[in-house]
């Protein structure tokens, strides 16, 4: 808890809250956290659909009037999709001269879309660490970050909140529970009747080819657990992970299963690797788990295959991929909490926002800003035209 300090309050940005998918899921997570610690959380965005809307705890505030909120009285802004540009350069240099500058870490999850991307003179001016989904997205940004002076620009790899961890400890248990469960795993391993029983397919995008694949894994006895739009249209817990065999997902899905301790097979849209080898690991974690770079596209019945086939071989590797020091480190806490600690360091706030302050009477960056403002507008009204507009 924060104790003293529960007038914390952090912002978190993100373009809309239109549905179950990775923004919105990082979103949740960040401020669930920072809730957690005592802190005023608001969630501000361009668009909130009510069943999203939903599944906010209600201890933390939601918005669809980013401009309204007043900047100056955050400590903290986690700002998904570069929405601190709907805040005029007059509002922030007002803030920045009055010592109000809320520390803002802009956050990138794609080096590949267009939402994602991020002005790095923003950065230059606010001093503001730029954090990453993946090691990818982080290497783009670097590399585009050279000819500007940016604090720092570092990955925090998609990670998880421990809960789903807890999910892996419970799930091989303490004791001799646990070396009971190993065993069991053990002589099935050893004698080949470890069988595929269950298995959950997270995707809002789920392709042709897969779609027939869970269809005819149910037709062999194979239990399937479908979530994403168009199926079971829910919010990803800890407790999808309590029973299933194995996840058919990408993306930050993927890194839940890891954490809970369940065996990932990574196809989606983009095609993929299918299930999450040792040898192959550190390639698949680096472009976060989403199929890149090969894009390899199957069969349904190549799919069927090498789900059935392949998962004793997937369960053996877990063991070993979840030693691994990249997942060893998948904790979202020590992130937040890291920024955390920096936003309540008042002497550090005062002096940034005078430095900032000073950067903003530069014409040139001024008119830059402005121009960012207008560009972070039209993206709102555009959006908010699709969303909004009557359905026929």
């Not at 004791?175 to 190993?182: D, H, K, L, T, V």
């Amino acid at each position: 808890m924060l104790g003293e300090m529960r007038r914390i309050r952090v912002l978190v940005t993100t373009v809309y809250l239109a549905a179950y998918s990775g923004s919105e899921l990082v979103a949740f997570d960040v401020a669930r956290h920072f809730a957690s610690l005592g802190a005023e959380v608001m969630i501000a965005t361009n668009y909130v659909d009510p069943l999203v809307r939903s599944a906010v705890p209600p201890n933390i505030h939601v918005t669809d009037q980013v401009e309204d909120c007043e900047l100056g009285s955050f400590d903290l802004v986690w700002c998904q999709h570069s929405l601190i540009s709907l805040f005029d350069p007059k509002t922030l240099a007002s803030v920045a001269d009055g010592g109000r500058l809320p520390l803002i870490a802009l956050v990138s999850l794609s080096r590949r879309t267009a939402l994602e991307a991020i002005d790095l003179h923003v950065p230059e001016v606010l001093e503001a660490p730029v954090l990453c989904n993946s090691t990818i997205t982080q290497r783009h940004w670097s590399q585009l970050a050279v000819d500007f002076n940016c604090e720092e620009v570092r990955s925090f790899d998609n990670a998880p909140l421990s809960e789903f961890w807890q999910v892996g400890q419970s799930r091989t248990g303490s004791g001799f529970a646990r070396w009971s469960r190993r065993f069991r795993r053990w002589a099935a391993l050893k004698s080949g009747k470890v069988q595929l029983r269950h298995v959950t397919a997270i995707s809002n995008h789920r392709p042709a080819e897969l779609t027939a694949a869970l269809a005819e894994l149910e037709r062999r006895g194979v239990t399937v657990r479908r979530i994403g739009q168009g199926d079971e249209y829910t919010l990803v817990t800890p407790r999808v992970f309590d029973t299933t065999d194995a996840v058919i997902t990408i993306g930050r899905s993927a890194h839940f299963s890891l954490a809970a301790g369940v065996p990932v097979f990574t196809y989606d849209h983009f095609g993929g690797d299918g299930w999450l080898r040792d040898e192959s690991f550190e390639e698949s974690f680096d472009y976060n788990f989403t199929g890149r770079p090969q894009e390899r596209v199957a069969t349904s019945p190549e799919l069927v295959a090498e789900l059935i086939d392949g998962y004793p071989r997937a369960l053996k590797d877990m063991s070993r991929i979840r030693k691994r020091r990249e997942v060893a480190g998948l904790h979202l806490e020590p992130h937040l909490d890291e920024l955390l600690a920096r936003a309540q360091d008042a002497d550090h706030a005062r002096q940034l926002s005078y430095r900032v302050s000073d950067r903003l009477k530069v014409q040139s960056t001024r008119d830059h800003f402005a121009m960012a403002h207008t560009n972070q507008q039209a993206i709102r009204d555009q959006l908010r035209s699709q969303y909004l507009q009557p359905q026929r």
